[in-house]
């Protein structure tokens, strides 16, 4: 190459050098983020609390120091019989100023010992079982209030619910103290079983509740106690956004028998039966010993425990044993088809309807005995209950 094609060269390159550093100062720089950072380093996000954050702070500023965590000690027993002291963790809530608190029973059953912290203190609180009912999943404790005083939350109503309306529960999940959790309600009218039968009109939610969370308040956003938190729905033990809790008219009808009897009094109705069906029914009529069956189904009574409500109003029992579907069945006794007014197609609904009514009480029912139909009033008997289900099997 001769010097000539050389300078050329330079002069070519420099020239397209040049173009290209005019070209990308003339490109259009790309829009600012929607992120940007002064020079103190504050995002100019905006961080405003919303209204729902703000009753959701304002709940728990004003209502977790009347949430308690629960410490139970129980005792087992290892391989050589040598007892060994177990601690459970639940949680309560104070019902007045005089240091009650409910929680839930599966939360202290077989306790030895039973002590309660209060919010902002390190030091627990000696606690005794004022009351409980196993049925429904609650108990009372008493403790010696501090001098700050215990306080109360205000129950509120759960006949009024509605499926997504907004609920928030404070608990002490996993022994982390009062935490927190926000969802909705999920379904209304769920039934669930518990440790002494069945508890009807449960509410479920997806807020957050973790072992821990047990016998803690469901609140709504007026700060209301609306249910108490028993259980969840889950494969592994954790939370899994289905969560259950025993409606507040329960805890409210349930407390002044807890208070003053330590126990719920309940109707003893007395009998032992099946649910009549369309295919056992058709069975019993196809049967060779005359046996007169006019519905497909009731509820067929087997055996009446003597003493009992049942027994009291004439309700009588099977007296011939046959096999059905291989399994043993007495037959011959009364068919019970509707009691206070509604239909009666298992034990459940007799429990579920005699679980709001007292000793003492009197109460429709409608029954079938060969084949004829009875209608009359009864009046129902009570019994010492030691929070055993009412009917046996």
């Known amino acids: 190459m001769n010097r000539r094609d050389f300078w050329k060269l330079v002069i070519v390159t420099s020239l397209i050098s040049t173009g290209l550093v005019l070209f990308f100062l003339r490109w259009p720089s790309p829009p600012p983020t929607r992120a940007e950072f002064n020079q103190s380093g504050a995002s100019s996000f905006d961080t405003a609390v919303s209204d729902e954050e703000k009753v959701n702070i304002r709940i728990y500023e004003t209502l977790s120091s009347g949430v308690v965590n629960v410490t139970s000690t129980t005792v087992d027993y290892n391989f050589f019989l040598e007892p060994i002291p177990r601690e459970g963790v639940g949680s309560g ?34 606690a005794t079982v004022v009351g409980a009912d196993p049925t429904n999943d609650i108990a009372v404790l008493k403790i010696d209030c501090p001098k700050e005083g215990c306080r109360p939350l205000k129950l509120g109503k759960s006949d009024s619910l509605k499926v997504g ?4 529960a404070i608990g002490n999940p996993f022994g982390l103290e009062r935490t927190l959790t926000t969802g909705i309600i999920s379904s209304l009218g769920r039934t669930i079983e518990s440790r002494g039968g069945v508890i009807d009109e ?8 973790n072992p821990g969370n047990s016998g803690g308040p469901l609140l709504n956003t007026r700060g209301e106690v609306i249910g108490i938190n028993t259980a969840i729905l889950s494969r592994s033990g954790d939370y899994a956004g289905i969560g259950f809790a025993v409606p507040v008219n329960t805890l409210a009808r349930i407390i002044p028998d807890l208070l003053e009897h330590g126990k719920v009094l309940r109707p003893f109705f007395g009998v032992q ?9 058709n069975a019993m009529r196809r049967s060779n010993i005359g046996l007169k069956v006019p519905v497909d189904e009731g509820f067929l009574v087997e055996v009446v425990r003597p003493g009992g409500t049942a027994d009291q109003a004439g309700i009588l029992g ?6 059905w579907n291989r399994r043993p069945l007495i037959v011959g006794g009364d068919i019970i088809t509707e009691l206070g007014g509604k239909r009666v197609t298992s034990a459940n609904d007799i429990d579920n309807m005699l679980e709001d009514k007292r000793p003492g009480a009197r109460i429709s029912i409608t029954y079938y005995r060969d084949g004829r139909k009875v209608s009359k009033e009864i009046e129902l008997v009570g019994r010492d209950s030691t929070g055993a289900r009412r009917f046996r099997f």
């Open 93 to 126: 809530f104070f019902l007045d100023s005089d240091g009650h608190i409910a929680t839930n029973y599966h939360v202290i059953q077989d306790a030895t010992r039973l002590e309660v912290t209060l919010y902002g203190e390190t030091e627990s609180h000696k």
């Open 165 to 168: 309306q907004r609920v928030l």
């Open 202 to 209: 449960v509410i479920q939610t997806d807020a957050a509740i």
């Open 273 to 281: 039966g099946r649910p009549l069906t369309e295919q056992l029914a």
């Open 318 to 323: 099977g007296d011939q044993r046959v096999y």
